[in-house]
């Protein structure tokens, strides 16, 4: 079975490590035969690039909106999923991993189609599990995770700097550390929204520094 696999990694808030999952356990259902990533962006999504460009996925950045009409679906996907249906008939079933929007017209599309239909296991479905023909469970943890309040994200940020220091050393348990750091910082900036007054933009921007300076 060949896959297509359309991914928002933006707006869906999906953090490397589940990025990685989906590919894994995608590939165990079918061959995975075209992925699309949407919303990727260098500063925001670091080490997601090399997963990319190792598998040659094509990519695109997040669109900007107005902040008062946001979707949290990217049409995009959409356009590009009917279009597959049209260049590449040799796909049989899309995977599709999206934010908050209606679906439903899209799936109702891909069966008349004959498509095979595959979703991403969560803890909150998006009320079109009636629609889909295998749900893939993931071997990670992933929920679309809700902003983080000034508090909690100041919080976190001073936990992460006090053990960045001891996690900088060559020796195995602090480069194991540095990279459960590296794995937590990502999973918060996945879940970074866009309505950011200045002190939550400076935490991020903090939270994106101390990211470079562990890899």
Known sequence: MNIALLIDIDNAKVSLNV???????VSKVGKLSYCKVYGFNERK???FDEVIEKYGFEST???RYKKRAKSQLDTRIIIDA???????????AFAIVAGDGDLVPLLSFLRANNKQLLTVATEVTDGNDHMYDQKITLSVHYAKPSKLSKKELSDRLKNISERSTAAMSDDESAMKERES???EIEDILASKGDDL??????????????LSILK
């Open 82 to 92: 009917v279009n597959l249906v049209h260049t590449k008939p040799f796909i049989d």
């Open 19 to 25: 990025f990685k999952d989906i590919i894994e356990q």
């Open 181 to 183: 750091l590296i794995n």
């Open 45 to 47: 999504h670091i080490r």
């Open 61 to 63: 950045p997040t669109m």
């Open 197 to 210: 007054d200045e002190e939550e933009q400076d935490l991020y921007s903090s939270l994106e520094d101390l």
